[in-house]
Protein backbone atom coordinates (compact mmCIF):
# COMPACT_ATOMS: atom_id res chain seq x y z
CA UNK A 1 0.00 0.00 0.00
CA UNK A 2 2.54 2.17 0.50
CA UNK A 3 4.05 1.84 -2.45
CA UNK A 4 0.76 2.91 -4.21
CA UNK A 5 1.18 6.09 -2.86
CA UNK A 6 4.81 6.38 -3.89
CA UNK A 7 3.42 5.76 -7.08
CA UNK A 8 0.51 8.41 -7.19
CA UNK A 9 2.79 11.37 -5.74
CA UNK A 10 5.42 10.53 -8.55
CA UNK A 11 3.08 10.66 -11.50
CA UNK A 12 2.72 14.29 -12.48
CA UNK A 13 -1.11 15.05 -13.64
CA UNK A 14 -1.66 15.43 -17.55
CA UNK A 15 -2.90 18.49 -17.83
CA UNK A 16 -0.35 19.89 -15.09
CA UNK A 17 1.16 22.03 -18.02
CA UNK A 18 -1.57 22.95 -19.41
CA UNK A 19 -2.98 24.44 -16.17
CA UNK A 20 0.44 26.71 -16.02
CA UNK A 21 0.16 27.77 -19.19
CA UNK A 22 -3.68 28.71 -18.79
CA UNK A 23 -2.55 30.63 -15.45
CA UNK A 24 0.19 32.50 -17.01
CA UNK A 25 -2.20 33.57 -19.48
CA UNK A 26 -4.49 34.52 -17.11
CA UNK A 27 -2.25 36.53 -15.23
CA UNK A 28 -0.38 38.16 -18.72
CA UNK A 29 -4.05 39.39 -19.46
CA UNK A 30 -5.11 40.65 -16.58
CA UNK A 31 -1.61 42.62 -16.20
CA UNK A 32 -1.86 44.08 -19.35
CA UNK A 33 -4.58 44.87 -19.65
CA UNK A 34 -4.30 47.41 -16.31
CA UNK A 35 -1.29 49.05 -17.57
CA UNK A 36 -2.52 49.42 -21.32
CA UNK A 37 -5.72 50.77 -19.99
CA UNK A 38 -3.50 53.15 -17.33
CA UNK A 39 -1.46 54.45 -19.77
CA UNK A 40 -4.74 55.33 -22.47
CA UNK A 41 -6.13 57.03 -19.35
CA UNK A 42 -3.18 59.12 -18.65
CA UNK A 43 -2.72 59.80 -22.61
CA UNK A 44 -6.30 60.55 -22.52
CA UNK A 45 -6.02 62.71 -20.15
CA UNK A 46 -2.66 64.82 -21.73
CA UNK A 47 -4.10 64.79 -25.02
CA UNK A 48 -8.27 65.36 -24.65
CA UNK A 49 -10.54 67.47 -23.38
CA UNK A 50 -13.74 65.98 -23.61
CA UNK A 51 -14.24 63.16 -20.93
CA UNK A 52 -15.94 60.89 -24.32
CA UNK A 53 -12.44 60.72 -25.98
CA UNK A 54 -10.65 60.20 -22.73
CA UNK A 55 -12.52 56.86 -22.17
CA UNK A 56 -12.63 56.11 -25.45
CA UNK A 57 -8.85 56.42 -25.20
CA UNK A 58 -8.87 54.38 -22.24
CA UNK A 59 -10.98 51.56 -24.05
CA UNK A 60 -8.63 51.46 -26.78
CA UNK A 61 -5.51 50.60 -24.73
CA UNK A 62 -7.53 48.38 -22.89
CA UNK A 63 -8.68 46.69 -25.95
CA UNK A 64 -4.57 46.87 -27.55
CA UNK A 65 -3.54 44.98 -23.93
CA UNK A 66 -6.07 42.03 -24.53
CA UNK A 67 -5.14 41.88 -27.95
CA UNK A 68 -1.57 41.95 -27.70
CA UNK A 69 -2.20 39.20 -24.59
CA UNK A 70 -4.14 37.22 -26.91
CA UNK A 71 -1.32 36.91 -29.33
CA UNK A 72 0.75 36.02 -26.71
CA UNK A 73 -0.85 33.21 -25.15
CA UNK A 74 -2.11 31.53 -28.85
CA UNK A 75 1.61 31.41 -29.33
CA UNK A 76 1.92 29.53 -26.01
CA UNK A 77 -0.23 26.99 -26.75
CA UNK A 78 1.04 26.37 -30.55
CA UNK A 79 -1.51 28.24 -32.85
CA UNK A 80 -1.03 32.15 -33.92
CA UNK A 81 -4.49 32.91 -35.76
CA UNK A 82 -2.46 34.85 -38.40
CA UNK A 83 -0.05 32.14 -39.34
CA UNK A 84 -0.21 31.25 -43.66
CA UNK A 85 0.45 27.64 -44.28
CA UNK A 86 0.42 28.54 -47.62
CA UNK A 87 4.33 27.07 -49.02
CA UNK A 88 5.62 29.64 -51.66
CA UNK A 89 7.78 28.14 -54.76
CA UNK A 90 10.54 29.66 -55.41
CA UNK A 91 10.24 28.31 -59.42
CA UNK A 92 8.87 31.18 -61.51
CA UNK A 93 5.21 30.64 -63.12
CA UNK A 94 5.41 30.54 -66.84
CA UNK A 95 2.33 31.21 -68.88
CA UNK A 96 1.14 28.84 -71.71
CA UNK A 97 1.89 30.06 -74.95
CA UNK A 98 5.00 32.13 -74.11
CA UNK A 99 8.26 30.28 -75.65
Not at 28 to 35: A, K, M
Not at 57 to 64: E, L
Not at 68 to 77: L, V
Request: proline letters at 4%; a negative charge; hydrophobic letters at 35%.
Amino acid sequence: MAEENKQEQSVVPSGYNLDAKWDACLDLGVRRFTYFSLIGGFAGLLLFRSPVTRWASTAFGAGAGLGSAYTECSQKFGGYPGKSTASISETPITKVGED
